[in-house]
């Protein structure tokens, strides 16, 4: 199997930083893409953040130029640099990974359990 497991989050005042991170753990032969969702209470789940193998990025319109996806690769592990934070970023931050395992059939999508990031004074 493999587990996704995501932290760092936490509260924060408006303007303020956080850096989550997410590492894959179990019998992974390869990831590709990984990737950063949100939800906030009320609202469908969106894309944040994507990060392919080779490092291309892109962002969500509302957190371009305030957030920056990274990942190590040796480590199967993806941060989401979260700077300027605003209160409407306050949602439950989910990992995404497409990872092929070892043996064992095509890629598939795996999710971390999430991680709360509140932006509050």
């Known amino acids: 199997q493999v587990q996704l497991v995501e932290s760092g989050g936490g509260l924060v005042q408006p303007g303020g930083s956080l850096r989550p991170s997410c590492a894959a753990s179990?019998?992974?032969?390869?990831?590709?893409?990984m990737g950063w969702y949100r939800q906030a209470p009320g609202k469908q789940r969106e894309l944040v953040a994507r990060i392919t193998s080779g490092d291309n990025t892109n962002y969500s319109e509302s957190v371009k130029s305030r957030f920056t996806s990274s990942r190590d690769n040796a480590k199967n592990t993806v941060y989401l640099q979260m700077n300027s934070l605003k209160p409407e970023d306050t949602a439950v931050y989910y990992c995404?990974?497409?990872?092929?395992?070892?043996?064992?059939?095509?890629?598939?999508?795996?999710w971390g359990q999430g991680t709360q990031v509140t932006v509050s004074s």
């Open positions: 995404n990974a497409d990872v092929k395992r070892t043996g064992v059939g095509p890629p598939r999508d795996y």
């Open positions: 179990g019998s992974i032969f390869r990831i590709y893409t």
